[in-house]
């Protein structure tokens, strides 16, 4: 238990390393190192991480460690997980603010900065691709599962986007919509 609590601590340190763009951006490289990588997890529960990690409160990549760290050693395993995702951010943003901020002006760091929106944004989209995939894959592809997805995924974006309404009331009424489906045998 000590050894894979071990390799749970590294994994998750290097996914804090290499997890450019944080947030949403990092899950294909969840994806990649846990699902891929290790087997911790399946495609399908990756796909309910997805969706248990967005819609709780905090970073999406803190809740994923803490998920894949319950499911690898327990309460042990989740606090483990989730201290080794959260060091590298720590250290590099606290080192970064004190350059940035000394540099503030600087039209260099400007563009660099912009330089770093593209990729973080195409980081964001390489997610939303990868999890469109997993949605799909969990659900055998299957036409009227996905379609109600998607009707749900789009009254999101225009309720949050166009009527203004708070993004916890939607998730909310998302998980009502889906038990009731669930118990009217929609899906």
């Known amino acids: 238990m000590k050894g894979e609590l071990l390799k749970l601590f590294v994994k998750f340190l ?7 763009g944080g947030g949403w951006a990092i899950l294909p490289i969840i994806e990649k190192e846990i699902v891929d990588g290790t087997g911790w997890i399946t495609r399908t529960e990756y796909s309910n991480l997805v969706a248990i990690a967005g819609s709780t409160p905090g970073p999406v990549a803190v809740n994923a460690a803490t998920y894949v760290g319950y499911k690898v050693g327990g309460s042990v395993g989740a606090a483990l997980a989730t201290l080794a995702v959260i060091i590298p951010p720590f250290t590099a943003i606290s080192l970064i603010t004190h350059f940035y901020l000394q540099y503030l002006g600087c039209r260099l760091v400007t563009s660099l900065i912009n330089g770093l929106k593209g990729a973080v944004l195409g980081l ?19 036409v009227k599962a996905l379609a109600i997805i998607v009707a749900i995924a789009s009254v999101t974006i225009a309720s949050v986007t166009l009527l203004r309404v708070h993004p916890a009331i939607v998730i909310l009424a998302s998980a009502a919509l889906g038990l009731a489906l669930g118990l009217f045998k929609v899906w």
């Open 14 to 20: 290097k996914i804090g390393v290499i997890g450019f």
């Open 124 to 142: 964001i989209t390489v997610a939303l691709i990868s999890t469109c995939n997993s949605v799909g894959s969990s659900l055998g592809w299957d």
